[in-house]
């Protein structure tokens, strides 16, 4: 199970952290995985926003490049996206889940924290 927790309302140019825990049988078989942060807006598909490999490396997104930072912690089995300088246009729906390229993800979907840009 994945869950999503952090989201909320916030105004342009705010900050957010996003945290997303793996527990249940995910709990083994976190570490080794790429883990990715994704969002949706309603009416359309769910985007990758950034992954992260078992050694940590990260890409983005260019639309959230030098804003957002993604980031884990294998023994706690958390990931975060630290989130700066939000913009209405990251207002979305985010989860987590695996990246495995042009496959789907390997877990079932959480059930997503809001994030919500707005003056």
């Known amino acids: 199970q994945l869950v999503e927790s952090g989201g909320g309302l916030v105004q342009p140019g705010a900050s957010l952290r996003l945290s997303c825990v793996a527990s249940g049988s995910i709990f083994s078989t976190f570490a080794p995985n790429t883990m990715a942060w994704y969002r949706q807006v309603p009416g359309k598909q769910r985007e990758l926003v950034a992954y992260?490999?078992?050694?940590?490396?990260?890409n983005y997104v260019d639309s959230v490049k030098g804003r957002f930072t993604i980031s884990r912690d294998n023994s706690r089995k958390t990931i975060w996206l630290h989130m700066n300088s939000l913009k209405p246009e990251d207002t979305a729906v985010y989860y987590c889940?695996?990246?495995?390229?042009?496959?789907?993800?390997?877990?079932?979907w959480g059930q997503g924290t809001l994030v919500t840009v707005s003056s």
């Open positions: 992260i490999t078992s050694t940590k490396t990260t």
């Open positions: 889940n695996t990246w495995e390229g042009p496959r789907d993800p390997l877990y079932d």
